[in-house]
């Protein structure tokens, strides 16, 4: 079992910058055990996949809309995943979600990932 809650969301003019942070509590199996990503969704639009991170962190996997603007990163002793934002577009806007799985690969794909955040509203004015 994993309890995922994400902060650092908020309200940012466009151009800037915002680091989100996942905190994860996990129940049996210890928190590098699993593999995390980044979703968003905006209203009225299916869930879009951001980014993946290994278990180890050493394997990273971003989406088109967001590579080479945002960089994940895991810190394995904090229990905790970041994704760094940078260049944020008013099409950023949307609530962000981070969410765990078992396993030793990356995974794209929402309904790969069986634990997920409350989420947390990233707002890019512009």
């Known amino acids: 079992q994993v309890q995922l809650v994400e902060s650092g969301g908020g309200l940012v003019q466009a151009g800037g910058s915002l680091r989100l942070s996942c905190a994860a509590s996990t129940s049996g199996r210890t928190f590098n055990s699993y593999a995390m990503g980044w979703f968003r969704q905006a209203p009225g639009k299916e869930r879009e996949f951001l980014s993946a991170?290994?278990?180890?962190?050493?394997?990273?996997y971003y989406s088109d809309s967001v590579k080479g603007r945002f960089t994940i990163s895991r810190d394995n002793a904090k229990n905790t995943v970041y994704l760094q934002m940078n260049s944020l577009k008013p099409e950023d806007t949307a609530v962000y979600y981070c969410?765990?799985?078992?396993?030793?690969?990356?995974?794209?794909?929402?309904?790969?990932?069986?634990?997920w955040g409350q989420g947390t509203q990233v707002t890019v004015s512009s």
């Open positions: 969410a765990a799985e078992l396993g030793s690969s990356i995974y794209r794909m929402p309904h790969q990932y069986h634990y």
């Open positions: 991170i290994s278990w180890s962190g050493s394997t990273t």
